[in-house]
């Protein structure tokens, strides 16, 4: 609803405002009065990585790892040290195979490995808890009274 005493802020006294939408329905844009000019149009397609090279996959040396480092962290049961250091070394281990994934998953990684770096990760995590679990283990055992 109009105001009587209001002037109409489209117009000035030099005229209608330039800037406005013509009343003959064209746009100087191209685009249609009633139409969005930030609609999508119906060509366009969602964006999708592509990759033209994929990076071999290290499944196997990561299980061979995890492996390794479950051995090593139930060893420390014998040595403090060694546990605590498994544990960290096979977060590590995991934090590799977690992003191999991923990179597998979009397509950057050869997704043959797929299995091998997910029993991987897995592995990593028995020996994160096993190292843990040793050296709080020896911890325990160390007379520390002495």
Not at 85 to 105: E, G, H, M, P, Y
Not at 108 to 121: E, F, I, N, Q
């Amino acid at each position: 609803m109009k105001h009587p005493d209001r002037p109409n802020p489209l117009r000035d006294r030099s005229g209608p405002n330039p800037f406005a939408d013509s009343a003959g329905g064209h746009s100087p844009t191209g685009v249609d009065p009633g139409e969005s000019p930030y609609s999508v149009s119906a060509d366009v397609r969602p964006v999708e990585e592509q990759y033209e090279l994929t990076a071999p996959h290290r499944g196997e040396r990561l299980l061979w790892a995890g492996i390794c480092l479950l051995v090593l962290s139930l060893l420390g049961v014998f040595v403090a040290p060694l546990g605590l250091l498994t544990a960290v070394v096979s977060v590590v281990v995991a934090l590799i195979a977690r992003q191999d994934l991923i990179a597998i998953r979009r397509g950057g990684m050869d997704p043959a490995g797929r299995s091998k770096t997910r029993r991987a990760l897995v592995v990593t995590m028995f020996a994160i808890v096993c190292g843990l679990a040793a050296f709080t283990w020896v911890m325990f055992q160390l007379d520390w009274n002495a």
